[in-house]
């Protein structure tokens, strides 16, 4: 495998960055997560643009232009022959001091890593996940706002081991009012009826391109869309929940803490949207050839 690492293709063994780096000591970095599908990059424009939010947000200076980086992405799929895959694209605050001071870093390191991920088990995606909500709380949008996708994800973690240790592959946040977030990885949509809910950024839920796309699907299904606060009840009490997400696409949740949502089996909608989704994905891109 080849890393693009500042500039250069290396092999993965000689892709090495510094233990002083502020990526590696504090998660001071932003990343994306992106998909190709069919020798296309899904959504690179969007992703590069987010990517560019994120470290605005941070103060971090990328250097290097969106068209650069758009490059750079393509250049490392095309290395590794990742024409069907998940493209890992991660900034960090570069090398510094022991401190916290950011400002003293010498130059932001841009990583980008193109190969392949299975979020979540294929047997899932006809059964359908159950979940369970995790007592860890989403970290308060002015504390570090959702839209951020920074480095640093050990609150999605302490989560995701609530999830495993009650024998799941996934469990629910909540924020620190007690409204649904989203999933450790994952945007959350609940259908009731034609309307179709999901959490806004204010309630601690990333901005997702998954959750867009689908949000778009949804309207042109002449299904009314809603970004509204949703609560565990408005979920146990759903037609249908499913995730989103860049690596899950899209998901059906069956289970929520113990309570069956609709049937216990994915929904017909979910189906459509699933189906929707992947023909969308796979007729859309950057071409990497």
Same mark, same amino acid.
């Given at each position: 495998?080849?890393?693009?690492?500042?500039?250069?293709?290396?092999?993965?063994?000689?892709?090495?960055?510094?233990?002083?780096?502020?990526?590696?000591?504090?998660?001071?970095?932003?990343?994306?997560?992106?998909?190709?599908?069919? /020798?296309? &990059?899904?959504?690179?424009? #969007?992703? !590069? $643009?987010?990517?560019?939010? %994120?470290?605005?947000?941070?103060?971090?200076?990328?250097?290097?232009?969106?068209?650069?980086?758009?490059?750079?992405?393509?250049?490392?799929?095309?290395?590794?022959?990742?024409?069907?895959?998940?493209?890992?694209?991660?900034?960090?605050?570069?090398?510094?001091?022991?401190?916290?001071?950011?400002?003293?870093?010498?130059?932001?390191?841009?990583?980008?890593?193109?190969?392949?991920?299975?979020?979540?088990?294929?047997?899932?995606?006809?059964?359908?996940?159950?979940?369970?909500?995790? /007592?860890? &709380?989403?970290?308060?949008? #002015?504390? !570090? $706002?959702?839209?951020?996708? %920074?480095?640093?994800?050990?609150?999605?973690?302490?989560?995701?081991?609530?999830?495993?240790?009650?024998?799941?592959?996934?469990?629910?946040?909540?924020?620190?009012?007690?409204?649904?977030?989203?999933?450790?990885?994952?945007?959350?949509?609940?259908?009731?009826?034609?309307?179709?809910?999901?959490?806004?950024?204010?309630?601690?839920?990333?901005?997702?391109?998954?959750?867009?796309?689908?949000?778009?699907?949804?309207?042109?299904?002449?299904?009314?869309?809603?970004?509204?606060?949703?609560?565990?009840?408005?979920?146990?009490?759903?037609?249908?929940?499913?995730?989103?997400?860049?690596?899950?696409?899209?998901?059906?949740?069956?289970?929520?803490?113990?309570?069956?949502?609709?049937?216990?089996?994915?929904?017909?909608?979910?189906?459509?949207?699933?189906?929707?989704?992947?023909?969308?994905?796979?007729?859309?891109?950057?071409?990497?050839?």
């Amino acid at each position: 495998m080849k890393i693009y690492l500042n500039g250069k293709l290396v092999p993965e063994r000689s892709a090495r960055i510094s233990v002083f780096d502020h990526g590696l000591l504090y998660g001071d970095g932003v990343f994306e997560g992106i998909r190709s599908y069919k /020798g296309r &990059v899904f959504m690179l424009d #969007e992703h !590069i $643009n987010r990517l560019y939010d %994120s470290a605005k947000a941070i103060a971090l200076d990328i250097p290097l232009s969106k068209a650069g980086i758009s490059r750079a992405v393509v250049r490392t799929c095309k290395a590794n022959r990742c024409m069907d895959g998940y493209i890992r694209l991660v900034v960090t605050r570069g090398v510094g001091t022991l401190g916290l001071n950011p400002y003293l870093c010498a130059k932001p390191q841009i990583i980008i890593i193109a190969a392949k991920i299975q979020l979540y088990p294929k047997t899932l995606y006809n059964e359908g996940l159950k979940i369970v909500t995790a /007592g860890t &709380v989403r970290n308060h949008p #002015e504390a !570090i $706002n959702p839209r951020i996708k %920074s480095l640093n994800y050990l609150n999605n973690i302490l989560a995701k081991i609530e999830a495993i240790n009650a024998g799941c592959m996934e469990a629910l946040m909540l924020n620190p009012n007690g409204f649904v977030a989203e999933a450790t990885g994952d945007n959350v949509f609940a259908l009731h009826g034609n309307v179709l809910s999901t959490p806004p950024a204010c309630a601690g839920a990333l901005e997702g391109i998954t959750r867009a796309v689908v949000m778009d699907i949804a309207r042109d299904q002449a299904m009314e869309v809603r970004e509204r606060m949703l609560n565990r009840h408005d979920l146990y009490t759903a037609d249908e929940v499913f995730l989103t997400g860049t690596a899950a696409e899209v998901i059906g949740v069956v289970e929520i803490d113990r309570r069956p949502i609709g049937d216990g089996k994915p929904g017909k909608a979910t189906r459509r949207f699933e189906r929707a989704f992947r023909k969308y994905a796979g007729s859309t891109g950057t071409p990497i050839e």
